[in-house]
């Protein structure tokens, strides 16, 4: 009996909490509204949390009466969402080989080799920018989905971006599973493998833990870090925002060529841009985000000085 005290306050401690995270999809000058009513009402824990959604969700359903939602849903979200997971699960198995060939395989010996410290370095060039890429794409990816989603439909697409990143890591293997039977019946059977052979991807390691840390880290993450940059972008210039927007836009298109299969669908776009994919140019324009994050704090605090007190 002496607990239940605890647990109540425990409880209505959490229910404050989420409420103060759920009321923060609404605009401001309703989110004060709602606010101080129920400081006024003394409503708190699972009561007020019950009151606040039910109000959230009332105006997130009004949203769906119009077009913009629809579009942003299955022009972007959906889309973006499988091509960032599968890509995601390709990055996974391409980095797999060169993990367990380390972290399975490690003798303490070949410290003493100088061969073995530049293969090791040329590995980890690799798989580092083999990652950043892949975060970098999702940051742009992010980045336009807010552009477009702006803050009024902020909190929706922030849901249902982490909804469809969940459904693709489910559809991912399945996607490229049936994509290289594809292969197998257009080019014939798959090759032979000596039967010393390690098959990494039956270490549950490699097949699903390490997607799914790739999922998190290097794609929803900066997905959703990226979102809220373009959910803000209306605070640049009108010329700033369409040249960062047509950055974006051409960076998640060479990112959609790179996902195995996309040259069935985009089969006129790839013969157009094909010349041009080992570009240094193109290259690099896959790792813009790297240059907004460090240049958007610069550029904020000179117009901060340059402004008049």
Known sequence: MGHEPNRGSIVTHLGDRATDVVSGMLKPEEREVVRGDLTESGEKGVQALRDVLGLVVGRQAALWREWR?????????????????????????????YLWLYANNWDWTLLKSAGFWFVLRQSATKVFISYLTLACWSWAAGFVLGSASRRRLAGMSVLLLCV??????????????????????????????????????????????LPLILQMTLVAAPALWGLLHGAQSGRLTPQGRRWLCSIAMASLILMALQVPGSGIFLIPLRLWVTPFLHSWVLQLAAYWPIAYLISNPISRGWRRIASPA
């Open 69 to 97: 939602p629809w579009a942003i849903l299955v022009g972007l979200i959906i889309p973006l969402g499988m091509l960032l997971s599968i890509l995601s699960r390709v990055k996974a198995g391409g980095s797999a080989a």
């Open 164 to 209: 469809m990143l969940l459904c693709g890591e489910l559809a991912a293997p399945l996607y490229l599973s049936l994509y290289r039977q594809h292969l197998f019946r257009v080019f014939g059977n798959p090759p032979v493998v000596p039967a010393s052979y390690v098959d990494i991807s039956a270490l549950t390691f490699y097949r699903v833990i």
